[in-house]
């Protein structure tokens, strides 16, 4: 009698179990139909949302006043170039898209050590660099770089500031110092050699201070540069 009982309350317990499972894997599937319907559904807000925000970015780098630039990490192929970047090399945007950052470079030995601490801080600012423009003429830039994903790629965005015309300004200011470093050698010089011999090199010395081997000099010196400059 027990085990008749058990076997007919076992039966029932399967039958319920067997119930349930079916009950269970009617609502899988129907979760799992409502889920691909999700899922299609996110995807499609995300990458609606990804081409407005690259939209969106264009836009802002377009009405960038400054040259700007995105190129691919792996390769440093440029990506995107806005307007004031081909105004900068002298050309037209779209034909610096495609072309590798590397043969802008006025020396291309110059790219790594700026790559090495862009990869290692994440992020740099107002690296000095040189580029040749189309025409070989060669240009300063003041640079900032942040990496940044694009179009799905690890990728550089740099901004460009031209310093030519202050780097010029610069080596004019070394070569006039230098020249004014040169010169006050040569008159201590000159100072150190009437002091000892009493030289007649000045023509209108004193005949009889020249005689006693003694004589003062009195430099007068224009420190302003350009033409008329005279000691």
Known sequence: L???????????????????RNDLATMLEMTTEHADTVEEELHERASALMERSARELRMILEAT?????????????IVYANVMLGTLFGTNA???????????????????????????????????????????????????????????????????????????AEERLLQQVEALRLELEE????????????????????????QRGSTELIAVHSFRGGNGKSS
């Open 65 to 77: 006043p400054a040259p700007v630039m995105i190129a691919r990490q792996a390769d440093g192929e």
């Open 94 to 168: 779209q034909d610096l898209v495609g072309r590798k950052t590397v043969d802008l470079y006025f020396d291309a030995a110059d790219r790594q050590p700026m790559i090495r601490e862009l990869e290692a801080e994440r992020a740099l600012d107002h690296y000095e660099l040189r580029f040749r423009r189309m025409d070989g003429s060669l240009v300063w830039v003041d640079i900032s770089l942040r990496l940044l994903e694009f179009n799905d790629e690890p990728a550089i965005l740099s901004a460009l500031h031209d310093i030519t015309v202050r780097k010029a």
């Open 187 to 210: 008159t201590s010089r000159d100072s150190a050699v009437a002091r000892s011999t009493g030289t007649t090199r000045f023509e209108n010395l004193d005949a009889a201070v020249v």
């Open 2 to 20: 027990m085990l008749e009982t058990s076997a007919a309350h076992a039966d029932h317990v399967s039958e319920s179990l067997e119930s349930e």
